[in-house]
């Protein structure tokens, strides 16, 4: 650890996932591996970015045809992902030309900022003050914040 590192951060979680996710007891359990790949599970993995061709290039289409058939999308981002950045989302998002219902505004945590969000017509757009790509990983509590308001149906807290 690093005096600049989160206390809830483990920079060892991706091998831990690594030994985890190969063990066949665990395989065996998440149905997963039926197939008895001669390589062992990754994260991030080249072979899945390589080979996956029905991806589409964008998911705005697909969110339009989620919207209009009447499904709640949230979209939710840690504000320090390097990888999705915020500004990138929040200009994707605005190419959906949706009305805003919720102007921008912050949530809060136990009297502290967690994050900002902005409700649209069909999609929340929520971020996670100082997560990364994997806010479960880096912001666990409020993660849990984010899920259990949407599986609520209510806003993030203000």
Request: proline share 7%; with cysteine; aromatic share 14%.
């Amino acid at each position: 650890m690093q005096p600049w590192m989160s206390r809830a951060y483990d920079p060892c979680t991706e091998r831990y996932s690594k030994v985890y996710f190969n063990r066949l007891e665990v395989q065996k359990a998440l149905h997963a591996n039926v197939t008895a790949l001669s390589y062992p599970w990754q994260t991030c993995s080249d072979i899945v970015g390589n080979y996956w061709t029905d991806a589409p290039l964008s998911m705005l289409p697909i969110y339009k045809e989620l919207i209009a058939a009447g499904l709640r999308i949230w979209v939710y981002s840690g504000d320090t992902d390097a990888v999705v950045p915020v500004t990138a989302t929040r200009y994707s998002i605005d190419a959906l030309k949706l009305p805003t219902v919720i102007n921008w505004y912050p949530w809060y945590d136990n009297g502290k900022v967690g994050g900002w969000s902005q409700a649209y017509k069909g999609l929340t757009l929520v971020t996670v003050t100082g997560a990364g790509h994997e806010v479960p990983l880096h912001r666990p509590r409020q993660a849990f914040i984010l899920f259990r308001s949407f599986l609520e149906n209510k806003l993030m807290p203000s």
